[in-house]
């Protein structure tokens, strides 16, 4: 047994206070964390591994008990070891969204999700969140030329496709930066998101919560890298919620037109960035499972770029062969 994992046993035994427990792979996850189900005496905890170089449990906590206190169903935490980073937070259970979305029962899901969202985006700081700022969004937009576009597609940019590029992200950005700015949960989709039996879902993988833009959380999940929807039901979602944000006092009114803008171009943002961490995962990380949603998150990208024109020339980006995948 390596030794990391068996540290991890040891801070299991202390905190459950037995040695006499199941233990299994909870999820997978694009990080470089762990989860492990451990179960004793008839129930179940979640035990998270997370490498302190790699990452930050004490910034997990507080997100957590932050979003606990507004009302959000989030894990609540049991035991942690700061030092080693490990964390034993409470099983919100297995019914992840992507695997119980259909047709049907859309409408009920993402209602209860979009309410959680509206509970989030009403809520009132009471910690410190970074900023979506200008330069974090130029960053992650640089995650596509780098790592999609010249590691995994080969594509040598020319100084005009710079320029062109360039231009386009320039765009995005300013869209991002002129909306009303809420907290951001910046990862609120299907696969982190569970069915509770209640009207309120288990919400995972908050701790990287910023302050920004007021479409990022309603994009990631209408527009979600790993299901899609029909556009007339997506935009029927999106308006919805703008009127009950509208309602609560979270934004003010503005037209439908100018919303579904914002709505779209944030999309196009976020999924540059994703097809690009996708492809950065196989090529630094090792885990090309990913691969497989780059099709689906660059055809939302290529959709709204016919749509509008300063977006075109993304639409070339969009459509290479697969054959056209670099070791």
């Known amino acids: 047994m390596e030794q990391r994992l068996q540290r991890l046993h040891e801070f299991v035994s202390q905190a459950i206070g037995t040695q006499d427990y199941g233990f299994a792979p909870a999820s997978s996850d694009a990080s470089f964390r762990r989860y492990f189900r451990v179960s004793f005496d008839?129930?179940?905890?979640?035990?998270?591994?997370?490498?302190?170089?790699?990452?930050?449990?004490?910034?997990?906590?507080?997100?957590?008990?932050?979003?606990?206190?507004?009302?959000?169903?989030?894990?609540?935490?049991?035991?942690?070891?700061?030092?080693?980073?490990f964390l034993l937070i409470s099983d919100l259970g297995t019914a992840q969204y992507l695997d119980l979305l259909d047709s049907k029962n859309a409408d009920r899901l993402y209602g209860n999700a979009l309410q959680s969202l509206l509970l989030l985006q009403k809520a009132e700081p009471a910690i410190e969140f970074p900023e979506y700022d200008e330069?974090?969004?130029?960053?992650?937009?640089?995650?596509?030329?780098?790592?999609?576009?010249?590691?995994?597609?080969?594509?040598?940019?020319?100084?005009?496709?710079?320029?062109?590029?360039?231009?386009?992200?320039?765009?995005?950005?300013?869209?991002?930066?002129?909306?009303?700015?809420?907290?951001?949960?910046?990862?609120?989709?299907?696969?982190?998101?569970?069915?509770?039996?209640?009207?309120?879902?288990?919400?995972?993988?908050?701790?990287?919560?910023?302050?920004?833009?007021?479409?990022?959380?309603?994009?990631?999940?209408?527009?979600?890298?790993?299901?899609?929807?029909?556009?007339?039901?997506?935009?029927?979602?999106?308006?919805?919620?703008?009127?009950?944000?509208?309602?609560?006092?979270?934004?003010?009114?503005?037209?439908?037109?100018?919303?579904?803008?914002?709505?779209?171009?944030m999309g196009v943002q976020r999924h540059l960035k994703a097809a690009g961490i996708f492809a950065r995962l196989k090529h630094r990380d090792a885990k090309p499972g990913y691969l497989a949603d780059i099709p689906r998150t660059l055809s939302y990208v290529a959709r709204v770029a016919r749509q509008y024109p300063e977006l075109e020339v993304l639409i070339e980006y969009c459509e290479q062969p697969s054959s056209a995948v670099a070791p």
């Open 135 to 265: 330069a974090l969004l130029t960053r992650e937009l640089g995650i596509f030329s780098e790592w999609y576009l010249q590691r995994h597609l080969g594509r040598a940019l020319n100084r005009k496709e710079t320029a062109q590029l360039q231009q386009v992200y320039d765009c995005l950005v300013q869209n991002a930066l002129e909306q009303p700015r809420v907290i951001v949960h910046r990862d609120y989709h299907s696969r982190n998101l569970l069915d509770t039996g209640t009207t309120r879902p288990g919400i995972l993988d908050f701790q990287d919560a910023v302050i920004g833009p007021i479409t990022y959380d309603l994009v990631s999940l209408l527009k979600d890298c790993y299901i899609a929807w029909p556009e007339d039901r997506v935009e029927r979602w999106a308006c919805d919620y703008k009127s009950r944000c509208v309602a609560d006092k979270v934004m003010a009114e503005v037209s439908t037109q100018e919303f579904l803008r914002w709505f779209h171009l």
């Open 42 to 85: 008839g129930r179940t905890e979640i035990v998270m591994d997370a490498p302190p170089e790699h990452e930050n449990c004490e910034r997990f906590i507080k997100v957590a008990e932050f979003l606990a206190a507004t009302g959000l169903n989030v894990p609540l935490i049991k035991a942690a070891d700061l030092e080693q980073g």
